[in-house]
């Protein structure tokens, strides 16, 4: 058995773990609006894209990318798909819904898969199918629970797992591909600070040097741990990181609990458990269909 990369592990734990805190960095940002603070995400994370780009010397990848239609098609569709996760997100994290941003997250590997069945025709194996049964039936009984459907959640896990469908299918690296998705997007993400501006709502200008550095931060805040991820992906096997990427809503959901106090009655705990049940068999199945994989390539 191979020797595990640790500064790997290392790479991908801070990734995923950055991710997790982020519940705890959004409403830092208030009174900004969730639109003002999606166009500041936006527009910082080009700019220190750009910049590592040019430290680098990565451009002669993005004119690539640039000049093949099909990919950029593609990564229009992502770009587009990320802004709806990013603004979301932030919406329901300033607004009290972080642990239905943690359900959004450990249900969206599931929804991939179903991605992957529909779009892909991937095929599935009947631990798997049973994982996903386990996950739905927690999610109609989370829906019981809220007297609603839980549509942040299911809009977060669908908007991402569509997200990656598109980059999978561009065939575009994670830093190259998101680069090109935020120059996309930058030019809307200047127009709602114009639209901001407009509406008296824009405060990047108005609450003090510590509110407007705070909002630029939240261009490196997205780049790093997508820097600490590009690194870990290379380094460690992919199912490893898909252990690891159930930190990030894990993280999320003990700091809506703990930190943000939001309340979970007894039967919610049921539907998380419910998922989170569905989770441990999916990982299993999968863990054993790439071990069989894995054998029969050695074999041959």
């Known amino acids: 058995m191979a020797e595990v990369d ?3 592990v290392m790479l991908g734990l801070m990734a995923y773990g950055l991710w997790g805190l982020f519940p705890l960095y959004w409403p830092l940002l208030k009174p900004a609006p969730a639109l003002e603070i999606l166009a500041a995400r936006i527009i910082w994370s080009f700019v220190s894209l750009a910049a590592f780009t040019s430290i680098t010397r990565r451009w002669n990848a993005i004119r690539l990318v640039l000049a093949n239609r099909r990919s950029m098609r593609l990564l229009i569709a992502a770009a587009v798909l990320v802004s709806v996760n990013w603004g979301l997100y932030i919406w329901a994290v300033n607004t009290h819904h972080v642990v239905e941003t943690a359900l959004g997250y450990f249900i969206n590997p599931l929804v991939s898969v179903a991605f992957g069945v529909a779009v892909l025709r991937e095929r599935l194996s009947r631990g798997q199918w049973l994982g996903i049964a386990i996950a739905a039936a927690a999610v109609a009984a989370l829906t019981f629970d809220y007297g609603r459907l839980p549509w942040i959640a299911l809009t977060l896990a669908a908007s991402f797992g569509a997200y990656g ?20 997007m930058t030019l809307p993400a200047l ?11 824009l405060t990047m200008f108005s609450s003090g040097i510590s509110h407007a550095g705070l909002l630029a931060l939240a261009g490196p805040v997205t780049a790093i741990p997508l820097l600490f991820f590009g690194a870990s992906a290379r380094r460690v096997p992919l199912s490893m990181l898909g252990l690891m990427q159930y930190l990030a809503p894990t993280l999320q959901f003990l700091i809506g609990v703990t930190i943000a106090g939001e309340h979970m009655p007894t039967s919610r705990w049921f539907g998380f458990a419910g998922v989170w049940v569905a989770l441990a068999i999916f990982s299993v199945a999968t863990a054993r269909v790439g071990g069989r994989s894995s054998s029969r390539a050695k074999s041959n």
Do not use: I, P, Y
């Open 191 to 201: 127009a709602l600070v114009a639209v901001c501006a407009a509406t008296g709502t």
């Open 6 to 8: 640790r500064r790997g």
């Open 165 to 184: 469908l598109a980059k999978k299918l561009a065939g575009v690296d994670a830093f190259t591909s998101l680069t090109v998705e935020t120059a996309v």
